[in-house]
């Protein structure tokens, strides 16, 4: 079965900083990957996926099939990208399996 | 935003309680699924459904059944609620022809008590 890992449940960083959130699966196959954003009690949003290779609020992230990673980035991190992040992995079309999530706070 | 609607969107119920939560969509999408979302673990998958009255379970779908009369309305019960069903719950709804992209509604705050 596929697994998808995010290793840090918190992530702290100044404003400006660059930000790094990991994501590793476990998939044999080719899978489909996503990210997630979730505002304070919101819902989740979707804030990019890897077939399309585009930037969405000056994040990024590459798909690396030889390490299984999906590694989300943003060279200077806002005060308002303080949310939940949750990587995700498709790998039946439809449904998706998400990992644990971290949470970034971006501090003044 | 996709138009999805959970209802209610909070409540206290007691123990050994049946509870009903609601998912109603306006998009026509086919897929429909309902996730719990708790912390450390993310969403997991309770139930989804590929059409009416076409339904499966997920990861996590012991406690829990759902029904999907019309292509708008996805409902979610808890037979029998006990405490660790507290959690917040979250619809979602994806269809054939936007690449899968799955899209959640507001979420449900449910507390067992």
């Known amino acids: 079965a596929q697994r998808v890992t995010q290793p840090e449940k918190l992530l702290s960083v100044f404003k400006g900083a660059p930000v790094e959130l990991k994501c590793n699966y476990s998939?044999?196959?080719?899978?489909?990957l996503f990210w997630y954003v979730q505002y304070s009690r919101q819902r989740l949003q979707l804030l990019l996926r890897?077939?399309s290779r585009e930037s969405i609020k000056g994040f990024t992230a590459d798909l690396n099939k030889g390490e299984t990673s999906f590694h989300l980035k943003k060279p200077f991190a806002q005060e308002e990208d303080s949310a939940m992040y949750y990587c995700?992995?498709?790998?039946?079309?439809?449904?998706?399996?998400f990992g644990g999530g971290t949470r970034l706070m971006v501090k003044p | 935003d996709a138009g999805i609607t959970q209802s209610p969107r909070h409540k206290v119920t007691e123990t050994g309680t049946p509870v009903t939560l609601r998912c109603h969509q306006t998009?026509?999408?086919?897929?429909m699924y309902w996730y719990r979302q708790d912390p450390g673990h993310g969403l997991r998958l309770i139930h989804y459904?590929?059409?009416?009255?076409?339904?499966d379970k997920g990861e996590v779908s012991d406690g829990y059944s759902v029904s999907r009369s019309k292509t708008e309305d996805f409902l979610l019960t808890l037979e029998s609620a006990t405490s660790s069903q507290t959690s917040v719950y979250f619809c979602?709804?994806?269809?054939?022809?936007?690449?899968?992209?799955?899209?959640f509604g507001e979420g449900s705050w449910l507390t067992v008590v």
């Open positions: 979602a709804i994806s269809g054939t022809g936007n690449g899968n992209t799955i899209y």
């Open positions: 998939y044999s196959g080719s899978p489909e």
């Open positions: 890897h077939i």
């Open positions: 995700a992995l498709s790998v039946a079309g439809n449904m998706l399996t």
């Open positions: 998009e026509n999408h086919r897929y």
């Open positions: 459904s590929y059409g009416v009255k076409d339904t």
